[in-house]
């Protein structure tokens, strides 16, 4: 009887076992799911799609700045360019001086530079930079109210062709007056032109036909004592030489006279003394102008030796280039 009690008891027990197992499952899955809804609503996750498009739409506006920024720039550059092609050689070398001999003074005859922007001296050398007047056209540089923004030399055809020096002895005289030049315009930026070429010299060995006088008739000549572009007296010296001169050939035998004709058609190589000076300008830390390449016949007169008007202006614009190196120069 017990036995069977027990037995009813245990079935009717079962169902309510089933049950209660299932509630405690149900109230398991409702508190796993109410703690993850909890989660999320704590950590509510971001949406990026708008924080992505913000940045596409601010690296495209960089992008179009930056864009706008270059064009900005290159028409500025190309402005620049195109106004400084049109101004004339006296204005591009506004604050700029060109220190020589005749070459030099070749700037100021053909009109390619003005005479506040030429200094030379016929006859001036490195040689005898104090005899020959060179070191009292520095001076009046020196002594000006403002100093040259560039010093452009351009010097050694009366070294090379007149005293007979060699290119070591040259260079070494030329070096003298360089540093002396850098002493005395420290701010200064010194440019040296090359040694134009000779394609005849005279039957003394002198340059045939240079353009070595000061023909101007300039008004303020006389009150100007520190102009030293007017040297009539070293002219006439020079003509009076040159007349001596002529006497003596013309005392000479046939010979002589037949080795002076030998000697008109006689070029003079400048090469070596244009290689020391290129050396000189590495030692020294100065800008070499190369205008070794001006030697086609157009650029000289018929004596082989005078530059013309077009020398000059392919000379300028080789300084041009050396001195302002940002510009295109045409």
Not at 70 to 91: N, P, Y
Not at 203 to 226: F, Q
Not at 271 to 284: G, I, Q
Request: a negative charge.
């Amino acid at each position: 009887m017990f036995e069977k009690n027990k037995e009813k008891m245990k079935e009717k027990m079962e169902p309510d076992k089933v049950l209660r197992f299932a509630i405690v499952a149900v109230i398991l899955l409702f508190l796993i799911g109410a703690l993850i809804i909890g989660t999320r609503m704590m950590n509510p996750r971001v949406d990026a799609t708008e924080g992505v498009k913000k940045l596409t739409e601010l690296e495209d506006a960089n992008v179009q700045k930056i864009d706008a920024k270059i064009q900005e720039l290159e028409q500025t550059e190309a402005d620049e360019a195109a106004a400084w092609k049109a101004k004339s050689a006296k204005e591009k070398m506004d604050g700029c001086i060109v220190l020589g001999d005749s070459t030099a003074l070749g700037f100021r005859q053909n009109d390619i530079l003005s005479k506040s922007q030429v200094k030379s001296k016929d006859g001036a050398t490195v040689s005898d930079a104090e005899g020959s007047g060179l070191n009292e056209l520095l001076t009046a540089v020196t002594e000006a109210e403002t100093a040259p923004q560039k010093l452009i030399l351009c010097i050694g055809r009366g070294d090379v062709a007149v005293s007979g020096e060699t290119a070591d002895a040259f260079a070494a005289n030329y070096k003298s007056f360089v540093e002396q030049v850098k002493a005395a315009l420290p701010d200064t930026k010194v440019y040296v032109c090359s040694i134009p070429a000779y394609l005849s010299l005279t039957s003394t060995g002198d340059a045939a036909g240079s353009a070595d006088s000061d023909n101007d008739s300039d008004s303020d000549a006389a009150s100007d004592s520190k102009d030293t572009t007017d040297n009539s007296d070293l002219k006439s010296s020079t003509d009076s030489k040159s007349s001596t001169d002529s006497k003596s050939n013309s005392d000479s035998d046939t010979s002589s006279d037949d080795s002076s004709s030998s000697k008109m058609s006689t070029a003079l190589d400048v090469t070596s003394y244009n290689e020391a000076l290129k050396a000189l300008c590495k030692e020294e830390k100065v800008k070499y102008v190369d205008t070794t390449d001006l030697t086609d016949a157009s650029y000289y007169g018929e004596d082989g030796s005078t530059m013309t008007k077009a020398y000059y202006e392919a000379c300028i614009n080789k300084i041009l280039e050396a001195a302002f190196r940002n510009y295109v120069i045409q």
